[in-house]
T-cell receptor, first 120, second 111 residues
Framework: DAGVIQSPRHEVTEMGQEVTLRCKPI?????LFWYRQTMMRGLELLIY????????DSGMPEDRFSAKMPNASFSTLKIQPSEPRDSAVYFC??????????????????FGNGTRLTVT | GENVGLHLPTLSVQEGDNSIINCAYS??????FIWYKQESGKGPQFIID?????DKRQGQRVTVLLNKTVKHLSLQIAATQPGDSAVYFC??????????FGQGTTLQVKP
């Protein structure tokens, strides 16, 4: 299995531009997560999907951020317009399933290698 | 070497020694915990997990200990190797869909 695949690996853009980050989860996983990592705030959950449906987007910073999952094998995270404070590493992760009875994971998240975003 | 709490984010150990990385979690409702290892330029990589109905779980060279009374988690690495140098994160699962990560501890292995 190729694991979670993210693109691009690096993105440098100017303030005000639109940025689109892409993710292909592990085949068969029905949960997909977007995280942001910064030195100041660590790893923060932005949003997650179950069977392509957004379940919890309470971590999305503001309306400039949006995420979609049009099918089971593809998701995007879009920032429009981008700002310097959005500079971070953005990770996508997928999971086989959550334990619906315990409400917790019965398999760990598998992360991609991230997209390093720099907004100047 | 031992890292006491999150106030010492860097742990330096000699190759061959055992390492202990500690983590204090915050939510008593959490019932599942994971340790991740993150190398430079890569995403977090699963190491070992444990459910709240256990207090110890062993893997290959790694052991996770869970103390629910004081909400404390530790990762023990036996015979630490240079390839173990990385940032280590604990994560807790307080509710469905949520995985909350600690701030991380940098492990430096001296040859």
């Amino acid at each position: 299995d190729a694991g979670v695949i993210q693109s691009p690996r690096h993105e440098v853009t100017e303030m005000g531009q639109e940025v689109t980050l892409r993710c292909k989860p592990i085949s068969g996983h029905d949960y997909l997560f977007w995280y942001r990592q910064t030195m100041m705030r660590g790893l923060e959950l932005l949003i997650y999907f179950n069977n392509n449906v957004p379940i919890d987007d309470s971590g999305m910073p503001e309306d400039r951020f949006s995420a979609k999952m049009p099918n089971a094998s593809f998701s995007t995270l879009k920032i429009q317009p981008s700002e310097p404070r959005d500079s971070a590493v953005y990770f996508c992760a997928s999971s086989l399933r959550l334990d619906r009875f315990l409400g917790s994971y019965n398999s760990p998240l598998h992360f991609g290698n991230g997209t390093r975003l720099t907004v100047t | 070497g031992e890292n006491v709490g999150l106030h010492l984010p860097t742990l330096s150990v000699q190759e061959g020694d055992n390492s202990i990385i500690n983590c204090a979690y915050s939510n008593s409702a959490s019932d599942y915990f994971i340790w991740y290892k993150q190398e430079s330029g890569k995403g977090p990589q699963f190491i070992i997990d444990i459910r709240s109905n256990m207090d110890k779980r062993q893997g290959q060279r790694v052991t996770v200990l869970l103390n629910k009374t004081v909400k404390h988690l530790s990762l023990q690495i036996a015979a630490t190797q240079p390839g173990d140098s990385a940032v280590y994160f604990c994560a807790e699962n307080p509710e469905a869909g949520k995985l909350i990560f600690g701030q991380g501890t940098t492990l430096q292995v001296k040859p």
